[in-house]
């Protein structure tokens, strides 16, 4: 009967631990995506092009996450005249220290009603995309460059801005590993030169005996990830409309861990079933697949427009 308690009682001890571990925050916001760091994102989507284009059409089929590809979309209703047209992205240089960022150029409609535009990575931001040179199904390629993994509960996030006192709103667009999206209104951008709006999650927990306490299962369950799909820019329609310009440096995080990572478990599992390594494999060629079909569309399209000389003068 003692060894069944005390057995009892270093399971329930576990249990605690496991479930404490899980609902430790990470002590520093981690970094979501940083414009001044965005080398290496390169994905090659000729490889799912299918056998329509010749070998070397294929090689222009290589697109990264470089500011120049990030796109701007307006609402619908709003994408008359050149509203879109002059709606774009450019890379900026600060002057303090020489750092990248992401400027972006909207043309709001000029009459008075609501409007927004989304600003969005050329691609959707590929999950588990291998590192060269890293193991299979290891998909780092894209952590802190618009992928987060092993996140929980967000507990805040930061966005740096460098605002031209406008009173338009800031959002941002996050989508989970279950493909859920999620607009979050972060702040209004009443302000001149660089600040960091934070959004508190008013839902997040504190108090850890508040908390449902639970153990999830480790191999082979996915760690889940938070991707970045883009940021959201709001005018209402009492405010100013015409042109807009504002700058973001880098997106931050503070979250809890989905899954603990003090464990000692002795026994490699990856190595001995390869369960996540064939799972992951099948998932980023489908994700592959899907965004391929997209960029070679875009290509051909671009392909058929007229690129002759200018109207004479």
Same mark, same amino acid.
Do not use: C
């Given at each position: 009967?003692?060894?069944?308690?005390?057995?009892?009682?270093?399971?329930?001890?576990?249990?605690? &631990?496991?479930?404490?571990?899980?609902?430790?925050?990470? +002590? /520093?916001?981690?970094?979501?995506?940083?414009?001044?760091?965005?080398?290496?994102?390169?994905?090659?989507?000729?490889?799912?092009?299918? &056998?329509?284009?010749?070998?070397?059409?294929? =090689?222009?089929?290589?697109?990264?996450? $470089?500011? !120049?590809?990030? /796109?701007?979309?307006?609402?619908?209703?709003?994408?008359?005249?050149?509203?879109?047209?002059?709606?774009?992205?450019?890379?900026?240089?600060?002057?303090?220290?020489?750092?990248?960022?992401?400027?972006?150029?909207?043309?709001?409609? !000029?009459?008075?009603?609501? $409007?927004?535009?989304?600003? +969005?990575?050329?691609?959707?931001?590929?999950?588990? /995309?291998?590192?060269?040179?890293?193991? &299979?199904?290891?998909?780092?390629?894209?952590? %802190?460059?618009?992928?987060?993994?092993?996140?929980?509960?967000? =507990?805040?996030?930061?966005?740096?801005? %460098?605002?031209?006192?406008?009173?338009?709103?800031?959002g941002i667009i996050l989508e989970?590993?279950?493909?859920?999206?999620?607009?979050?209104?972060?702040?209004?951008?009443?302000?001149?030169?660089?600040?960091?709006l934070v959004w508190q999650n008013? %839902?997040?927990?504190? !108090?850890? +005996?508040?908390?449902?306490? #639970?153990?999830?299962?480790?191999?082979?369950?996915?760690?889940?990830? *938070?991707?970045?799909?883009?940021?959201? *820019?709001?005018?209402?329609?009492?405010?100013?409309?015409?042109?807009?310009?504002?700058? *973001?440096?880098?997106?931050?995080?503070?979250?809890?861990?989905?899954?603990?990572? /003090?464990?000692?478990?002795?026994?490699?599992? !990856? $190595?001995?079933?390869? *369960?996540?390594?064939?799972?992951?494999?099948? #998932?980023?060629?489908?994700?592959? +697949?899907?965004?391929?079909?997209?960029?070679?569309?875009?290509?051909l399209e671009k392909k058929k427009?007229?690129?002759?000389?200018?109207?004479?003068?």
């Amino acid at each position: 009967m003692k060894k069944l308690v005390a057995v009892l009682a270093i399971l329930l001890i576990t249990g605690i &631990a496991t479930a404490f571990a899980q609902t430790t925050t990470t +002590k /520093e916001p981690e970094v979501l995506i940083d414009f001044n760091n965005l080398k290496d994102t390169e994905v090659d989507f000729g490889q799912v092009a299918g &056998a329509g284009l010749t070998e070397e059409n294929k =090689k222009n089929l290589k697109v990264d996450l $470089s500011i !120049e590809n990030w /796109e701007v979309e307006l609402s619908s209703s709003s994408q008359v005249g050149d509203n879109q047209v002059l709606t774009y992205v450019k890379p900026a240089k600060t002057q303090s220290d020489g750092k990248t960022v992401l400027g972006i150029r909207i043309h709001f409609p !000029e009459a008075n009603y609501n $409007s927004y535009a989304i600003v +969005k990575p050329p691609f959707d931001i590929p999950a588990y /995309e291998d590192k060269p040179g890293d193991p &299979a199904g290891t998909g780092n390629k894209f952590t %802190n460059k618009g992928i987060l993994k092993n996140v929980g509960d967000i =507990k805040f996030i930061e966005i740096t801005v %460098n605002g031209r006192n406008y009173p338009h709103g800031l959002g941002i667009i996050l989508e989970d590993q279950s493909g859920q999206e999620r607009i979050i209104f972060v702040d209004y951008l009443r302000f001149a030169g660089w600040k960091t709006l934070v959004w508190q999650n008013p %839902n997040y927990i504190t !108090e850890v +005996k508040n908390r449902q306490m #639970r153990s999830s299962p480790l191999y082979p369950r996915n760690q889940p990830f *938070i991707k970045l799909k883009g940021f959201i *820019i709001y005018r209402d329609a009492s405010n100013v409309g015409g042109d807009f310009v504002t700058y *973001i440096k880098d997106v931050k995080i503070a979250y809890d861990k989905a899954q603990a990572s /003090e464990y000692e478990l002795d026994v490699d599992d !990856e $190595s001995l079933w390869g *369960i996540i390594k064939d799972r992951e494999e099948k #998932r980023t060629m489908a994700e592959m +697949k899907r965004l391929g079909n997209l960029q070679v569309l875009r290509y051909l399209e671009k392909k058929k427009m007229y690129d002759g000389r200018g109207p004479s003068q």
